[in-house]
């Protein structure tokens, strides 16, 4: 039923930074956690970062830990995720989700964007 789109993707240099959007077509926050995942050519699609309904907590993986940030603005109805510090095996198309369970599975999430295309070149 929620609509979501992600932008903000592009090319940029190990080193650098990127910040994702993900707007939803209606208020989701008070009900459902969001979360960024991403898939690689040839790979499963990963958890990036989660943060809760009422944005008190976050989730992220340990391989964005420290580099990554998600966060929301619920006047705007868009979670973001800012990513720092990027490196090469951060390429990957970047998805968001709106979460129906407490977890940090793709089974723990629907109404999939469409996603976003990130490279990061060497």
């Known amino acids: 039923q929620v609509r979501l789109v992600e932008s903000g993707g592009g090319l940029v240099q190990a080193g650098g930074s990127l910040r994702l959007s993900c707007a939803a077509s209606?208020?989701?926050?008070?009900?459902?956690?969001v979360g960024w995942f991403r898939q690689a050519p040839g790979k499963e699609r990963e958890f990036v970062a989660k943060?809760?309904?009422?944005?008190?907590?976050?989730n992220y993986a340990d391989s964005v830990k420290g580099r990554f940030t998600i966060s929301r603005d619920i006047v705007k109805n868009t979670v973001y995720l800012q990513m720092n510090n990027l490196k090469p095996e951060d390429t990957a198309v970047y998805y968001c989700?709106?979460?129906?369970?407490?977890?940090?599975?793709?089974?723990?999430?629907?109404?999939w964007g469409q996603g976003t295309q990130v490279t990061v070149s060497s």
């Open positions: 943060i809760s309904s009422g944005g008190v907590s976050t």
């Open positions: 989700a709106a979460g129906e369970r407490f977890g940090l599975t793709v089974a723990d999430f629907g109404s």
């Open positions: 209606e208020s989701i926050f008070s009900f459902n956690p």
